[in-house]
C-alpha cells in the first residue's frame, strides 16, 4: 500500500490557521490581538494600531517566510520605533536569535524582523510559525509598549 504525502495548503488557508495558533502560544496578557488580513501571501497581527503589527509574509519564490514587528506610520513614529526596540538589541538577540535585525525598509517604514526557510505548507509548520511569531511579540511587544501610545 502506497500512502500519498498531504498536498500542502492553499496560501489563505495555511495563513488563516496562524491567529489562533499564535494566541495558544502567548501568555494571557498578550492574546488580545486584532488580526489584518490575510492578504496575498500575509497576515498582521495587531493592538492598538494597525500600522504597528507583527507580519507574517509568505515569499514562495524566495522560498523564505518573513517574521517581523512592522512600524508603517508617520515616518517620525516608526523611527522613534526602531530606535526604541533598537536599545534593546542585546536582549532581543540573546531572547530570538542572531538572524533578527532591525532597519529602515520602504516609504520611511522600518522593521524588526527576520527571514525563516519556508518549508510546506502543513499544519505542523503553521504550528511551528506561530510558536515563532507568538515568541517575537513576547519579547518585543513589552518593548513596543514602554513607548508612546498612538
Known amino acids: 500500500m502506497t500512502v500519498k504525502a498531504a498536498r500542502p495548503l492553499p496560501t489563505r488557508e495555511f495563513l488563516n490557521l496562524l491567529p489562533d495558533l499564535v494566541r495558544e502560544a502567548l501568555p494571557p496578557e498578550l492574546k488580545d490581538f486584532q488580526v489584518r488580513g490575510p492578504m496575498f501571501s ?71 524582523h527576520e527571514g525563516i526557510p519556508l518549508e510546506e505548507r502543513t499544519p505542523e509548520y503553521a504550528r511551528r510559525l506561530a510558536t515563532r511569531v507568538a515568541a517575537f511579540i513576547e519579547v518585543l511587544e513589552p518593548i513596543r509598549r514602554s513607548g508612546p501610545r498612538p
Open 42 to 112: 500575509l497576515i498582521g497581527f495587531y493592538y492598538e494600531d494597525p500600522k504597528v503589527h507583527y507580519e507574517v509574509w509568505l515569499q514562495s519564490r524566495l522560498r523564505r517566510v518573513e517574521i517581523g514587528l512592522h512600524f508603517e506610520g508617520p515616518a517620525s513614529a516608526n523611527l522613534q520605533g526602531l530606535e526604541r526596540v533598537s536599545q534593546h538589541a542585546d536582549e532581543i538577540v540573546q531572547r530570538l536569535g542572531p538572524g533578527v535585525e532591525g532597519e529602515l525598509w520602504d516609504k520611511g517604514w522600518t522593521r524588526v
